[in-house]
């Protein structure tokens, strides 16, 4: 991995190792209803939704109204697409390559 993450440890490799066993959405659903709370997969899922719509250049009253995100969570996304570590925007490119 030529990316060096400043949470990098042990214990979050073996979780990535088993995210990356994850065949399936049946399987993403199974794993992650096991190890998040519902509000955690709510919040996680709001979170890409806001990434999703900032890519797609949408203010943030258009999102804050698709979404119910607060501004603060917005801006915070915002913040990561720009100056994060390019996690979204990969994902984003990927998903949209996949989906042409």
């Given amino acids: 991995m030529s990316y060096e993450s400043k949470f990098k440890r042990d ?6 190792e088993a995210v990356l066993t994850l065949k399936d ?3 993403c659903y199974r794993f992650f ?5 519902i509000n955690e997969i709510h919040a996680i899922a709001q979170r890409f939704q ?9 203010t943030y009253n258009e999102i804050e109204s698709m979404t119910h995100a607060s ?6 996304i915002n913040k990561c697409l ?19």
């Fill in 50 to 58: 806001v990434a999703k719509l900032l890519n797609q250049n949408k």
């Fill in 33 to 37: 209803e096991d190890i998040c709370t």
């Fill in 11 to 16: 214990d979050i490799d073996e979780l990535f």
């Fill in 82 to 100: 720009v100056y994060g570590a390019d996690g979204y925007k990969r994902v984003l490119l990927r998903l949209e390559e996949k989906n042409k």
């Fill in 25 to 27: 959405e049946e399987d």
């Fill in 71 to 76: 501004t603060a969570t917005i801006s915070r």
